[in-house]
């Protein structure tokens, strides 16, 4: 595994503090080479997700901080005659995928030494980052828009992380952790930090071991991107170590109101016109991946498609008529999935992201 600068190449440090942007010249971090697992790698005597710890850059598996994340439900069902799949990764300890992203991120934390950090979030974050924060004793404070779901707040004060509400649009939390970190406070943020999307390429491996390879679709949520990008290169991963011969078509969906990586896609345009989202888990005005997507759908099968706002919240009364209890962001895939319904390939896999018990609109 190696992790460099996207801008001028500059190594990211091995040891020592856990830099969010480049000390050299300011640009992004992210992972040249992602590592190839292959079958041998996985490791059998540890719990959920650290059965593949050998592909997340650690000298060992972190003792003491597993909280019951990895390992998610795989359940049928059948749409309009297709076969379809819901990946519920809101069965994840704090009720979302963050929480394969969040541990990783612990666990280079701890093996760094570090012991406060800061984050921001529209909600999931934080509160994945207060719990395995909690966890490991690391010392959290959470920037999130005051706006954020009631119960995601309520998460991460419980958890005890310090709660610090930021009035506007997401974007000024994420402006306000940037002064914060201003101070030489750590600032790990899912985000930047390229280290969660080792954590959320095991989403990909637990698909290729629950389908036995029989995957003709992914649909899943885009925020920042990393959940899109993990999963990708969850997959180009197994198929450069022999575990596949072929890659799913993936999409990845935005809200109308907040779709600056599909406006790329579409447009090549960074030109967008940002207005509110009931899905605030992909309310990100700046997608730090978002040319990273961009780039890598050019590569292979897959684009970025928007819901409109009206259809999001009807989607998550059509999924829980499933038996399918899920916030907003993650019913932003039915849509997709019922528009090009006759064009995919099946199995398809929609991605639940987070639990309709963390969403409140009061």
């Known amino acids: 595994m190696k992790i460099a600068c996207t801008k001028c190449g500059d190594t990211y440090?091995?040891?020592?503090?856990?830099?969010?942007?480049?000390?050299?010249?300011?640009?992004?971090?992210?992972?040249?080479?992602?590592?190839?697992?292959?079958?041998?790698?996985?490791?059998?005597?540890?719990?959920?997700?650290?059965?593949?710890?050998?592909?997340f850059g650690l000298r060992k598996p972190p003792a003491d901080l597993y909280l019951g994340e990895g390992d998610t439900a795989l359940v049928d069902d059948y749409f309009e005659g297709r076969h379809i799949l819901y990946k519920l990764e809101y069965q994840n300890p704090t009720g979302s995928?963050?929480?394969?992203?969040?541990?990783?991120?612990?666990?280079?934390l701890l093996e760094r030494g570090i012991k406060e950090a800061v984050e921001d979030s529209s909600g999931n974050a934080g509160a994945s980052f207060a719990a395995y924060a909690a966890r490991?004793?690391?010392?959290?404070?959470?920037?999130?828009?005051?706006?954020?779901?009631?119960?995601?707040?309520?998460?991460?004060?419980?958890?005890?992380?310090?709660?610090?509400?930021?009035?506007?649009?997401?974007?000024?939390?994420?402006?306000?952790v940037l002064n914060a970190a201003k101070s030489g406070i750590t600032y790990a943020s899912h985000a930047y930090l390229p280290f969660g999307m080792l954590g959320i390429a095991t989403i990909s491996y637990e698909l290729f071991l629950q389908t036995r390879g029989k995957i003709g679709t992914i649909i899943v949520p885009a925020g920042h991107g990393s959940l899109l990008l993990g999963i990708i290169r969850g997959f180009l991963a197994m198929k450069e170590s022999g575990w596949i011969d072929y890659l799913p078509y993936f999409i990845g969906v935005q809200a109308m109101n907040c779709a600056p990586i599909f406006d790329m896609y579409q447009n090549s345009s960074k030109h967008h016109s940002i207005s509110s989202t009931v899905a605030e888990g992909v309310s990100v005005?700046?997608?730090?991946?978002?040319?990273?997507?961009?780039s890598l759908l050019n590569q292979i099968d897959g684009k970025i498609v928007a819901v409109q706002e009206d259809a999001i919240l009807s989607s998550r009364a059509q999924l829980a008529g499933r038996g399918i209890y899920v916030e907003p962001t993650s019913a932003i895939v039915w849509p997709p999935l019922k528009?090009?319904?006759?064009?995919?390939?099946?199995?398809?896999?929609?991605?639940?992201?987070?639990?309709?018990y963390k969403y409140s609109n009061q």
């Not at 995928?97 to 280079?108: C, E, H, I």
């Not at 398809?348 to 309709?356: E, K």
């Open 13 to 55: 440090p091995e040891t020592g503090g856990l830099p969010y942007v480049c000390h050299n010249c300011g640009g992004i971090y992210d992972l040249v080479e992602f590592p190839h697992l292959l079958e041998s790698d996985i490791d059998p005597h540890q719990p959920g997700l650290w059965k593949y710890w050998r592909s």
């Open 97 to 108: 995928y963050k929480d394969r992203a969040t541990s990783v991120l612990a666990a280079q």
């Open 136 to 176: 490991t004793g690391i010392k959290a404070t959470i920037f999130a828009p005051d706006s954020a779901s009631g119960p995601k707040k309520e998460q991460i004060i419980r958890f005890g992380a310090k709660f610090v509400g930021v009035p506007g649009p997401r974007a000024m939390a994420a402006e306000s």
């Open 285 to 294: 005005s700046a997608p730090i991946r978002g040319d990273a997507i961009i």
């Open 339 to 356: 528009e090009f319904l006759g064009e995919l390939s099946e199995p398809i896999v929609l991605v639940m992201t987070g639990s309709g």
